[in-house]
């Protein structure tokens, strides 16, 4: 289809070159920057009006007249925006080169260490440390994407990479012009309150969903687009919540995010019309609704932030999942008892939060030590096994810790058990692990 070739030119424009540092501004320095503002524009405006444009209805193209791409070199504001204006009898969508590098080498980050079978866990840490360190925390240093998270220069000379690539930035910025044409067309205003302003998001989400559904393919970037806003929004818990939440152009919330799986889920017919199999369009939608669920709960974003503020840019690199956590090997006599080796399964709070776990553990007699991910960084435990049951206390960071019992099913292959804060072995989450070995 022509759609779908536009789509993968429109990816190709942010395949990596050869490009060297000269000094420090924002995320890219100019050298880059100028170079992608001289390479990305064409494709872009391909796209616009070749792909998107001619799906809008003739009442569309009347009320929203004529509307003009604007690429700037960098937002100085955020690593990633992109918004619309109208004023002046123009109206101009700005995507400012540094924001459409910054998607295009996370997509590429996703896109290698998934085809590489590495973990995506040092995504988040990568985000997560943008957060909360960017700029003074990490001494004025670039750390670019691809260069903090170790993604090799010729990713995308791999096939399946190149491929899983352009579908993800190729979308992403589908939805985006889709999304700020929806604020252009409804004439959303500035300086509104907060509920305005979600309504305002959604309603252009509302557009941006239709307009790629009318194009009939995937929105396959939808996942990763708002992993790394979610990510990079300012949470409730954090110290400066008021005032960034006020300054934000794009606000990311939880019902915003529902709605858009929902739209995923009602479209799913048309969606598909270019090949993508219902059964990834549901887990489009759910990761969707779980960023959602997440971006919603206290405990979480808590973890988030420590995350970020313990993270350190030489630890960001590629890694198997379960490397950081492998147990050392097990003493003489102990390699098939309970509570040794590596396991793997679900860590489960009591808001319905889960996440995969992967845990490591070395026993020498009924003592056990060890660790366990689960994608918000590492935990330390040590514990005492006594009457087939391991008792144990856990600690991660600095501020948190706690208790906790697992037990193993009659293989010994299987462990089931529960967690708590502080002095408490229960009442915070469960536990459900099968060993990996």
Same mark, same amino acid.
């Given at each position: 289809?022509?759609?779908?070739?536009?789509?993968?030119?429109?990816?190709?424009?942010?395949?990596?070159?050869?490009?060297?540092?000269?000094?420090?501004?924002?995320?890219?320095?100019?050298?880059?920057?100028?170079?992608?503002?001289?390479?990305?524009?064409?494709?872009?405006?391909?796209?616009?009006?070749?792909?998107?444009?001619?799906?809008?209805?003739?009442?569309?193209?009347?009320?929203?007249?004529?509307?003009?791409?604007?690429?700037?070199?960098?937002?100085?504001?955020?690593?990633?925006?992109?918004?619309?204006?109208?004023?002046?009898?123009?109206?101009?969508?700005?995507?400012?080169?540094?924001?459409?590098?910054?998607?295009?080498?996370?997509?590429?980050?996703? %896109?290698?260490?998934?085809?590489?079978?590495?973990?995506?866990?040092?995504? @988040?840490?990568?985000?997560?440390?943008?957060?909360?360190?960017?700029?003074?925390?990490?001494?004025?240093?670039?750390?670019?994407?691809?260069?903090?998270?170790?993604?090799?220069?010729?990713?995308?000379?791999?096939?399946?990479?190149? @491929?899983?690539?352009?579908?993800?930035?190729?979308?992403?910025?589908?939805?985006?012009?889709?999304?700020?044409?929806?604020?252009?067309?409804?004439?959303?205003?500035?300086?509104?309150?907060?509920?305005?302003?979600?309504?305002?998001?959604?309603?252009?989400?509302?557009?941006?969903?239709?307009?790629?559904?009318?194009?009939?393919?995937?929105?396959?970037?939808?996942?990763?687009?708002?992993?790394?806003?979610?990510?990079?929004?300012?949470?409730?818990?954090?110290?400066?919540?008021?005032?960034?939440?006020?300054?934000?152009?794009?606000?990311?919330?939880?019902?915003?995010?529902?709605?858009?799986?929902?739209?995923?889920?009602?479209?799913?017919?048309?969606?598909?019309?270019?090949?993508?199999?219902?059964?990834?369009? %549901?887990?489009?939608?759910?990761?969707?609704?779980?960023? %959602?669920?997440?971006?919603?709960?206290?405990?979480?974003?808590?973890?988030?932030?420590?995350?970020?503020?313990?993270?350190?840019?030489?630890?960001?690199?590629?890694?198997?999942?379960?490397?950081?956590?492998?147990?050392?090997?097990?003493?003489?006599?102990?390699?098939?008892?309970?509570?040794?080796?590596?396991?793997?399964?679900?860590?489960?709070?009591?808001?319905?939060?889960?996440?995969?776990?992967?845990?490591?553990?070395?026993?020498?007699?009924?003592?056990?030590?060890?660790?366990?991910?689960?994608?918000?960084?590492?935990?330390?435990?040590?514990?005492?096994?006594?009457?087939?049951?391991?008792?144990?206390?856990?600690?991660?960071?600095?501020?948190?810790?706690?208790?906790?019992?697992?037990?193993?099913?009659?293989?010994?292959?299987?462990?089931?058990?529960?967690?708590?804060?502080?002095?408490?072995?229960?009442?915070?989450?469960?536990?459900?692990?099968?060993?990996?070995?």
């Amino acid at each position: 289809m022509h759609c779908l070739r536009n789509l993968l030119l429109l990816a190709a424009m942010l395949l990596p070159v050869d490009a060297g540092a000269e000094g420090w501004a924002g995320f890219y320095d100019r050298k880059t920057l100028v170079y992608w503002q001289g390479q990305t524009p064409p494709g872009i405006e391909e796209n616009f009006r070749e792909v998107i444009w001619p799906k809008l209805t003739p009442e569309e193209k009347r009320s929203l007249g004529r509307v003009v791409l604007d690429f700037p070199l960098e937002d100085t504001q955020h690593p990633m925006n992109f918004y619309a204006v109208a004023g002046g009898g123009k109206k101009t969508i700005t995507l400012p080169v540094s924001s459409l590098r910054f998607l295009g080498d996370m997509a590429v980050a996703y %896109a290698w260490l998934n085809a590489s079978g590495y973990s995506i866990d040092p995504v @988040t840490d990568y985000l997560a440390m943008l957060k909360y360190q960017w700029p003074d925390g990490l001494a004025g240093r670039r750390y670019r994407p691809r260069d903090a998270l170790g993604i090799p220069d010729d990713a995308t000379s791999n096939a399946r990479v190149n @491929t899983q690539f352009q579908r993800i930035f190729g979308t992403a910025i589908v939805f985006v012009l889709g999304h700020e044409l929806g604020h252009l067309y409804y004439q959303h205003g500035t300086n509104v309150s907060p509920e305005r302003s979600r309504e305002q998001e959604e309603e252009a989400d509302r557009f941006g969903m239709e307009l790629m559904r009318r194009i009939g393919d995937a929105p396959v970037g939808m996942v990763q687009f708002f992993y790394i806003l979610a990510h990079l929004e300012p949470y409730k818990s954090d110290p400066n919540y008021p005032a960034r939440r006020t300054t934000a152009t794009h606000p990311v919330t939880s019902s915003r995010l529902r709605a858009i799986a929902a739209g995923i889920e009602t479209n799913a017919a048309d969606f598909s019309r270019t090949g993508t199999q219902p059964a990834t369009l %549901a887990k489009i939608a759910g990761d969707v609704r779980t960023i %959602a669920r997440n971006f919603d709960d206290p405990g979480v974003q808590e973890l988030i932030r420590q995350k970020g503020l313990s993270a350190k840019p030489e630890l960001l690199g590629p890694r198997k999942p379960g490397a950081s956590i492998a147990a050392a090997p097990a003493a003489a006599g102990q390699a098939n008892l309970p509570f040794s080796g590596n396991y793997r399964g679900k860590w489960l709070n009591t808001k319905g939060t889960d996440f995969d776990v992967e845990m490591g553990l070395t026993r020498q007699g009924d003592a056990v030590r060890g660790s366990y991910n689960f994608g918000a960084g590492n935990v330390v435990i040590e514990g005492t096994v006594s009457n087939n049951t391991l008792f144990y206390n856990w600690k991660w960071g600095t501020e948190y810790f706690g208790k906790g019992v697992l037990k193993p099913d009659a293989s010994g292959r299987e462990l089931i058990g529960t967690w708590g804060y502080t002095q408490a072995e229960s009442g915070a989450g469960t536990w459900k692990l099968r060993r990996a070995d």
